[in-house]
C-alpha cells in the first residue's frame, strides 16, 4: 500500500491551495484518511480527518479555512483557503486500511511541502 501526497507549493498569503492524495496498492478497505502537517520544530500535527461515512473533522486553527473531501474510495483532497504564514508546514496525508479482513494499519504519504509568503 502506498499514499502519494502532492499539490504543495508556494503560495502567497491569502491564497489558495489544494492538496490531493491518492493510495495504491492491495486495499481492500480505506477507514479514516486525513491530513497531518509539521513545522521545523514542531510536532506533527492533525490538520483534518474524514471517515469512510464522510464525517469531517478540523483543527480550531483551520475551521472555515480549509476543507477535506474524498472524492472517490481512494483518494483525499485538502482545500486551504485563506492561508497564513502560520500554514507553512510539510504536510502528510494519512490513511487507516484494510487490506484484507485480518490486517488493518496506518499509513503515510511522503509529506508535501506547502509555503506561504507575502
Known amino acids: 500500500v502506498q499514499l502519494q501526497a502532492s499539490g504543495g507549493g508556494l503560495v502567497p498569503t491569502g491564497g489558495s491551495r489544494r492538496l490531493s492524495c491518492a493510495a495504491s496498492?492491495?486495499?481492500?478497505?480505506?477507514?479514516?484518511m486525513g491530513w497531518y502537517r509539521q513545522s521545523p520544530g514542531k510536532q506533527r500535527e492533525l490538520v483534518a480527518s474524514?471517515?469512510?461515512?464522510?464525517?469531517a473533522d478540523y483543527a480550531d486553527s483551520v475551521k472555515g479555512r480549509f476543507t477535506i473531501d474524498r472524492d472517490n474510495a481512494r483518494e483525499v483532497y485538502l482545500e486551504m483557503n485563506k492561508l497564513k504564514s502560520e500554514d507553512t508546514a510539510t504536510y502528510y496525508c494519512?490513511?487507516?486500511?484494510?487490506?484484507?479482513?485480518?490486517?488493518?494499519?496506518?499509513?503515510w504519504g511522503q509529506g508535501t511541502q506547502v509555503t506561504v509568503s507575502s
Open positions: 496498492g492491495s486495499i481492500l478497505r480505506i477507514h479514516t
Open positions: 494519512n490513511a487507516d486500511i484494510s487490506s484484507d479482513p485480518w490486517h488493518r494499519a496506518t499509513y
Open positions: 474524514i471517515t469512510s461515512g464522510g464525517a
